[in-house]
């Protein structure tokens, strides 16, 4: 029997700085080993530790391109705050209506956050925990960035990840 240290998803989030979820669909897609105890998923420490170390999934770049796209819907935030917060209440409000149970919890927290101070607004935007990853992903800024901005954004992260194939 193997001695190996199992970590939980949520163990494994914080580690990877990703959220909970994101391990899961890791798991799923065969990117990181698992067993299961009674219905969990237990994730070999090894695993973790050679993803975290250089090995990890490229698809864990795109937490940084939604940061760095976040970051400049607060420039955007900043010089026109009315304009932004009302296309964000707006989506927020689309968004509740749809009803997505993935998104509601979200949907609401960004609802309170478009009803506080621009300080507080922005730290949930920039924040890189695994709860500020999996919050951006349900984010209610679409539409205030330009789509040759959203694409720049974008061509500057899939450069990042040829030259990371390539070295």
């Known amino acids: 029997m193997s001695t190996e240290l199992l970590l939980s ?32 998923r237990r994730i070999p420490e090894s695993a973790v530790n050679a993803m975290a170390s250089g090995g990890r999934d490229r698809s864990l770049d795109g937490h940084e391109q939604s940061l760095a796209l976040h970051a400049l819907v607060v420039s955007k935030l900043l010089g026109d705050p009315e304009r932004v917060l009302a296309i964000a209440r707006r989506n927020a409000e689309r968004d509740r209506e ?40 349900c984010t209610p800024f679409t539409g205030i960035l330009s789509a040759q901005e959203v694409q720049t954004v974008k061509r500057q992260y899939q450069g990042s990840r040829i030259s990371a194939l390539v070295t």
């Not at 609802?111 to 935007?125: E, F, G, N, P, T």
């Open 9 to 40: 998803t949520g163990e494994v989030a914080g580690r990877l700085g990703v959220s909970r979820q994101h391990v899961v669909d890791l798991c799923t897609r065969g990117k990181l080993p698992f067993t299961t105890v009674g219905t969990h």
């Open 98 to 137: 749809l009803g997505n149970a993935h998104s509601e919890k979200y949907t609401r927290e960004w609802s309170q956050l478009l009803k506080q101070d621009i300080r507080s607004l922005i730290d949930a935007m920039l924040d890189s925990s695994a709860h500020g990853v999996t919050l951006r992903s």
